[in-house]
T-cell receptor
Framework: DTGVSQDPRHKITKRGQNVTFRCDPI?????LYWYRQTLGQGPEFLTY????????KSRLLSDRFSAERPKGSFSTLEIQRTEQGDSAMYLC?????????FGPGTRLTVT | GQSLEQPSEVTAVEGAIVQINCTYQ??????LSWYQQHDGGAPTFLSY????GLEETGRFSSFLSRSDSYGYLLLQELQMKDSASYFC???????????FGRGTSLIVHP
């Protein structure tokens, strides 16, 4: 396995548009996380899946954000009606236990 | 809620030893992790301390004192490639939701 992959690596969108990101975790990992990171900050937790079940979602996550992990494999993160404040790096990570393996991230720019 | 405090920046010279501290406040505690992130790269896992004491992995060591809600990452024989951001992180409750600190930027000078 080559690790966690994310697609696309970069996304530029206009305010108000919807965007969807994909994450492919390490195949045997049952846990999958989404984070958002802005410059000079640590990764900020967004949501977490164990297999296909979404177990936790940050209270900071507005209703414009939704995530899925069908069949407990890849995951998608959708942001509806994007705002300029959504501009950030979106990171996906997978794990079996405490050690998390991060993907390269999707950099979102909202103009 | 959970919060972690770490210095924003640390500078050192090649070959030196540097310590990056982390204090935390959590509603539950399952251990302290450390991650490294180079500019433009993804965070990579360095270490995890579930119990008090020192864990050593090559040039890097990590320490935890649960009674003091404190830990540190110790980097020895610093190399230029160690210039990066270092994050401490704590898992949440039984659902393993980590909270990351804001990160410490380590700058290694020749």
């Amino acid at each position: 396995d080559t690790g966690v992959s994310q697609d696309p690596r970069h996304k530029i969108t206009k305010r108000g548009q919807n965007v969807t990101f994909r994450c492919d975790p390490i195949s045997e990992h049952n846990r999958l996380y989404w984070y958002r990171q802005t410059l000079g900050q640590g990764p900020e937790f967004l949501t977490y899946f164990q297999n296909e079940a979404q177990l936790e979602k940050s209270r900071l996550l507005s209703d414009r954000f939704s995530a899925e992990r069908p069949k407990g494999s890849f995951s998608t993160l959708e942001i509806q009606r994007t705002e300029q404040g959504d501009s950030a790096m979106y990171l996906c990570a997978s794990s079996l236990d405490v050690e998390q393996y991060f993907g390269p991230g999707t950099r979102l720019t909202v103009t | 809620g959970q919060s972690l405090e770490q210095p924003s920046e640390v500078t050192a010279v090649e070959g030196a030893i540097v310590q990056i501290n982390c204090t935390y406040q959590t509603s539950g505690f399952y251990g302290l992790s450390w991650y490294q992130q180079h500019d433009g790269g993804a965070p990579t896992f360095l270490s995890y301390n579930a119990l008090d004491g020192l864990e050593e992995t090559g040039r890097f060591s990590s320490f935890l004192s649960r009674s003091d809600s404190y830990g540190y990452l110790l980097l020895q024989e610093l190399q230029m490639k160690d210039s990066a951001s270092y994050f401490c992180a704590v898992p949440g409750g039984g659902s393993y939701i980590p909270t990351f600190g804001r990160g410490t930027s380590l700058i290694v000078h020749p």
